[in-house]
């Protein structure tokens, strides 16, 4: 089967898109842990902010609302 150039820039651009945000979520989880906000860090939980990254910045793509729930912890 012959796959066409637009289906296959799209399979490159995606496995790439994936890889980026696969290191960006390490980097943040790490970042997360050392500031004691994850569930097996976090000393209130409240303050585990794991769920909080999956629910603004994966599934509903609102990031700075993500960035404003962790700049008004206390």
Same mark, same amino acid.
């Given at each position: 089967? *012959?796959?066409?150039?637009?289906? /296959?820039?799209?399979?490159? =651009?995606?496995a790439?898109? #994936?890889? *980026?945000?696969k290191?960006?979520? @390490?980097?943040?989880? @790490?970042?997360? #842990? *050392?500031? /004691?906000?994850?569930?097996?860090?976090?000393? =209130? $939980?409240?303050?585990?902010?794991e =769920?909080?990254? $999956?629910?603004?910045?994966?599934?509903?793509?609102?990031? =700075?609302?993500? $960035?404003?729930?962790?700049?008004?912890?206390?």
């Amino acid at each position: 089967m *012959k796959v066409p150039e637009n289906i /296959k820039k799209a399979i490159r =651009d995606c496995a790439e898109a #994936e890889n *980026k945000a696969k290191m960006n979520e @390490r980097i943040i989880y @790490r970042w997360l #842990e *050392k500031m /004691k906000l994850t569930e097996e860090t976090c000393s =209130d $939980i409240n303050r585990d902010m794991e =769920d909080a990254f $999956i629910d603004y910045c994966k599934m509903t793509n609102s990031p =700075d609302e993500f $960035i404003e729930v962790i700049e008004n912890l206390r």
